[in-house]
């Protein structure tokens, strides 16, 4: 088990069967851009308007990504935020698809593509995470995490106040 020590989150990729059965459960719009790294429409996104708070977490495995209270409007058409849930529950590629120099952000546990991180956010990181939002599912405070993966949340964690 890798679980990470700031989190306490287990961050090992699922099992293979694991894997079957969390992937059989998505749309065809969820499979292309999570699997084929596909990027959904601007300004149609399930949680572009979404403001309560709460966690955003991977659509695909389970795992917190976003808290509610690090969302900003970005005007680009997806959701924008400005920091992870945990910076070890991202994984970061270069993208150099279209023509283009980005960084490319991955489910650190299941390896589905999310989104991309761009230096032009607001303080304090002055970094705008860039969001599918058929990438995540949202929890609101007070309602338990999803569970995909049958790996419980850590005892005692602050999910409130996102």
């Known amino acids: 088990m890798a679980t990470h020590p700031g989190s306490g989150f287990d961050l090992t990729p699922p099992s293979p069967e694991q894997r079957k059965r969390l992937e059989a459960d998505l749309t065809a719009e969820e499979a292309n851009v999570l699997l084929h790294h596909a990027t959904e429409a601007p300004f149609c996104g399930a949680f572009l308007d979404e403001t309560r708070p709460g966690v955003f977490t991977c659509r695909l495995c389970g ?12 005007g680009t058409g997806w959701p924008s935020f400005t920091a992870p849930f945990d910076n070890d529950h991202l994984r970061e590629e270069h993208d150099a698809s279209y023509g283009m120099a980005r960084t490319e ?11 991309h991180v761009f230096p032009d956010g607001p303080p304090p990181t002055g970094l705008r995470y860039c969001i599918n939002s058929v990438s995540l599912d949202f929890t609101p405070d007070g309602e338990p995490l999803p569970d995909r993966l049958g790996r419980s949340a850590p005892e005692g964690e602050p999910w409130g106040g996102g």
Do not use: I, V
């Open 63 to 74: 795992l917190p990504l976003f808290l509610g209270g690090h969302k900003f409007e970005s």
């Open 105 to 115: 952000l991955l489910c650190a546990r299941c390896g589905s593509h999310q989104g």
